[in-house]
C-alpha cells in the first residue's frame, strides 16, 4: 500500500528515485509524485495520475535536478487517484513536502482544526493534513522541523511511515513509521530511504529497519539519528541485506508472476533446506525446536492471515490436526481483531503473511500479545513487521515476491505448515515414523514434482484460450484441496477478473449447484485421496448439469477421461502435500487467462502486494 523512497548524497536524487519506485510499484500504481530539492534551495514536486512510467513521461524535459528527494506510489485511500491527490503533498506556504504511506484516523478533526487558522486544502487526502499540521507546529512554535514532526506525530491517529523535506534545506530529510514499513540505506556518505530493501540492494547491503513510533533525522555528511516519539535516542541496528539484485528483475520471463511460478522448484528446495535431510529422517524447524515447551502445552493453535496467506492457514490446520492431535483454528485476521476472540496464554497464535506487513495480521499479532499469547510468525520478507513482532518464527525463504498474486509464498507457506506439523508431531508422537518420513521425504521431492507439472506449461496454454472468455468459474475440492480450490479461484479473479468461487466440492448440492449450466466451469481437484471416490460423486453431479469440467487428476486416471471435459494430470504425492502440487497447473491457468484477455498480470486493478492499511 503505497511506496515511499528517499535519496540524499552525492548523486543526483532523480534517477535513484525513480529507479527505487519502479521496484516498489507493486506496492501501489495509482499515482507517482516526486519531491527534489536542489542546492538553490528550491522545492519541486511533479506528480501525476498513473504509473511510474506516466510520471517519467510527466518529467521529461523538466529541472529534476538535486542530490536531495522523496518519491511515492500510490494506492489510493482517502480520495480518487488523480493528479491533487497524488504524493508528494504540500504545506499552505509551499515549504514542506511529504509523502505518506498509512492511514491518519484523526484527519478530518485536525483539518477541521487547521481550517479555522485559515489553512486551505487542495486534496481529498489525509496525507495533506498532516504536512499542514507540521507546518503550523513549525510556524507557530518556531522549532526545528525534526522537532515539528515528532509534535504532529505525537498528535495523529493511524498508521504511517512518511518522509518529509523542506525548501531552503537541501541537507535533511525527516522520516518516521508507525505500522507501515520504513527501511534505511547505509551508502558511502549518502543515505537511501524505502518502504523495503528493492530500492536499496543495488546501492549497498547495509540497512536499517526503523522501528515502530521511531523518527530518523537523516542529515547530509552527518551520522544517521533514530529517535522515539518522545525525543529519546534509539538503539541503531545495522544489517546486512541477503537479497540480490537478480532476484528482482523478471530473469527474461513476460512478467514475474510466470518467472515467481516457475521459480517454484528452486523456492520449496530454498525453504527445506537445512531443516530435512535428503532420507526426510528428521525435520528441525529451529523456531519451533527452540520454544517446542510452548507448542506442547498450547491448548490450541489459532493461525490468522489474510488472503493466500490464509488458504496457506486452512492447509496447516488439516496438517496440524491430522498430524499433531492439537485442535486448529483459522481465522481471518481482520475479524479476529475486532470480534473479541477468546485467546488464552496457553494458546499458540500462528501468524502468516508473505510480506510481513498486512495491517489486519499485524493487529492480529497485537491482539494475540495483550492476550499473553506464545506468537510464532511465518513470513517471507526478512525483517518484517510480523517478523519483529513475533516471539518466534520461521521464514519461508521463497525470495522477494514481485507479482501481486502470490503464487511461491503460497507453495513456501504451505511447505513450513507441514515441517511445523511433522516437527510437533514427531515431538508429541502423534505420527507413526513410517508417516513421518514418507511426508519428509515427499517434502524432498516436491521441487521434481513441480517440475513435471510445469512442463505441462504449453497444454495448460492451450487450455487456457478455451475459457478465457467464460464469465464465471467454480473451483471444487475436498479436505486438503478445498483450500486449494479456494486459492485457485483467487488467483484467478484477481489477475483475470473473471467472477470465480472456491467450494468444498459437496457442499454444491446445497445450494451453488444452482448455478451449473453448459456456460459454466468447473475446475474440479480431485487427485488420488482418501476421498477421490466422493469427489468423483461431485463431479458427476456436475456433468448431470451439464456443466463443462476441468478435472486435476493424478498421473494416469483413465478413467476420468470420460467423465471430464479436460483433464491435467499431476504427480502422486502425500496427501498432505497435493495442495502444493494441484496449485502450480491452477497458477498457469489464471496467469494464461489473465495473459489472454489482455490484463496487468503483476499489477492488477485495485490491488496493492502489501496491503497496510486496515
Ligand atoms: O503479505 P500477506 O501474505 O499478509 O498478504 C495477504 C494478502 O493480501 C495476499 O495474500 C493477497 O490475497 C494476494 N494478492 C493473493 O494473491
Known amino acids: 500500500m503505497c511506496g515511499i523512497v528517499g535519496y540524499i548524497g552525492g548523486r543526483q536524487a532523480f534517477p535513484v528515485l525513480l529507479n527505487g519506485l519502479r521496484r516498489l510499484e507493486y506496492r501501489g500504481y495509482d499515482s507517482a509524485g516526486v519531491a527534489l530539492v536542489d542546492g538553490s534551495g528550491s522545492l519541486k514536486v511533479y506528480k501525476c495520475r498513473g504509473k511510474v512510467a506516466d510520471l517519467e513521461r510527466f518529467t521529461d524535459s523538466k529541472d529534476v ?88 506525530l505525537k498528535r495523529v491517529v493511524g498508521a504511517y511511515a512518511i518522509a518529509v523535506v523542506e525548501k531552503d534545506n537541501p541537507d535533511e530529510i525527516i522520516a518516521a513509521r508507525k505500522s507501515s514499513p520504513l527501511v534505511v540505506g547505509l551508502g558511502d556518505g549518502e543515505y537511501f530511504l524505502a518502504s523495503d530493501a528493492t530500492p536499496i540492494v543495488e546501492y549497498t547491503d547495509k540497512v536499517v529497519y526503523v522501528g515502530d513510533e521511531e523518527i530518523v533525522h537523516i542529515c547530509r555528511g552527518r551520522e544517521l539519528k533514530v529517535m522515539n516519539l518522545d525525543n529519546e535516542q534509539a538503539q541503531i541496528d545495522i544489517r546486512t541485506l541477503e537479497l540480490s539484485i537478480n532476484q528482482l528483475e523478471k530473469g527474461g520471463y513476460p512478467h514475474f508472476m510466470l518467472k515467481e511460478i516457475h521459480e517454484q522448484p528452486k523456492t520449496i528446495v530454498d525453504c527445506i533446506r537445512g531443516r530435512i535431510p535428503a532420507d526426510g529422517s528428521e525435520v528441525v524447524l529451529s523456531g519451533v525446536v527452540a520454544n517446542k515447551e510452548k507448542f506442547m502445552g498450547a491448548r490450541r493453535i489459532i493461525i490468522v492471515a489474510c488472503g493466500t496467506s490464509w488458504h496457506a492457514a486452512l492447509i496447516g490446520e488439516r496438517a496440524i490436526e491430522d498430524m499433531c492431535r492439537i485442535p486448529v483454528e483459522v481465522e481471518y485476521a481482520s475479524e479476529f ?20 506487513e498486512t495491517a489486519d495480521t499485524l493487529a492480529a499479532v497485537e491482539l494475540a500479545r ?62 507413526r515414523d513410517e508417516k513421518f518420513r514418507s511426508v519428509a521425504k515427499g517434502l524432498v521431492e516436491l521441487p521434481s514434482l513441480i517440475e513435471k507439472v510445469l512442463s505441462q506449461d504449453d497444454k495448460i496454454k ?153
Not at 513487521?385 to 507457506?413: C, L
Not at 480450490?485 to 467472477?499: D, M, N, R, T, V
Not at 466451469?521 to 451439464?546: F, L
Open 370 to 431: 495483550n492476550a499473553g499469547a506464545f506468537i510464532f510468525g511465518i513470513c517471507n520478507v526478512v525483517g518484517s513487521s510480523v517478523a519483529r513482532a513475533t516471539d518466534s518464527g520461521a521464514y519461508i525463504h521463497v525470495g522477494p515476491e514481485i507479482g501481486v498474486a502470490s503464487t511461491k509464498a503460497f507453495t513456501g507457506q504451505v511447505t513450513v505448515l507441514t515441517m511445523l506439523a511433522l516437527t510437533l508431531a514427531r515431538e508429541k508422537g502423534t505420527v
Open 462 to 614: 492451450d487450455l487456457s484460450k478455451i475459457f478465457t472468455y467464460a464469465h464465471n468459474f467454480i473451483y471444487l475440492g475436498r479436505g486438503y484441496n478445498y483450500p486449494a480450490a479456494l486459492e485457485g479461484a483467487l488467483k484467478l479473479k484477481e489477475i483475470s477478473y473473471i467472477h470465480a468461487e472456491g467450494y468444498p466440492a459437496a457442499e454444491m448440492k446445497h445450494g451453488p449447484i444452482a448455478l451449473i449450466d453448459s456456460e459454466m466451469p468447473v475446475v474440479a481437484i480431485a487427485p488420488d485421496d482418501h476421498i477421490y471416490e466422493k469427489t468423483v460423486s461431485n463431479i458427476q453431479e456436475i456433468k448431470a448439469r451439464k456443466g463443462k469440467i476441468i478435472a486435476v487428476v493424478s498421473e494416469g486416471n483413465a478413467a476420468i477421461h470420460s467423465l471430464a471435459d479436460y483433464c491435467i494430470e499431476v504427480p502422486v504425492t502425500e496427501e498432505c502435500l497435493s495442495p502444493i502440487v494441484v496449485s502450480v497447473p491452477l497458477q498457469l491457468l489464471a496467469y494464461y487467462i489473465a495473459v489472454n484477455k489482455g490484463r496487468n498480470v503483476d499489477q492488477p486493478r485495485n490491488l496493492a502486494k502489501s496491503v497496510t492499511v486496515e
Open 65 to 152: 535536478g538535486g542530490t536531495i528527494g522523496i518519491a511515492h506510489t500510490r494506492w489510493a485511500t482517502h480520495g480518487e487517484p488523480n493528479d491533487v491527490n497524488a504524493h508528494p503533498h504540500y504545506s499552505q506556504s509551499g515549504n514542506i513536502a511529504m509523502i505518506h504511506n498509512g492511514i491518519i484516523e484523526n484527519y478530518s478533526v485536525i483539518r477541521d482544526a487547521l481550517s479555522e487558522h485559515g489553512y486551505t486544502f487542495q486534496s481529498a487526502t489525509d496525507t495533506e493534513v498532516l504536512v499542514q499540521l507540521i507546518e503550523y507546529i513549525r510556524n507557530t512554535s518556531r522549532c526545528s522541523l525534526l522537532e515539528a514532526v515528532r509534535s504532529a
Open 337 to 356: 481483531r475486532y470480534r473479541n476472540p477468546v485467546i488464552s496464554p496457553d494458546d499458540v497464535v500462528i501468524a502468516i503473511s508473505q510480506s510481513g
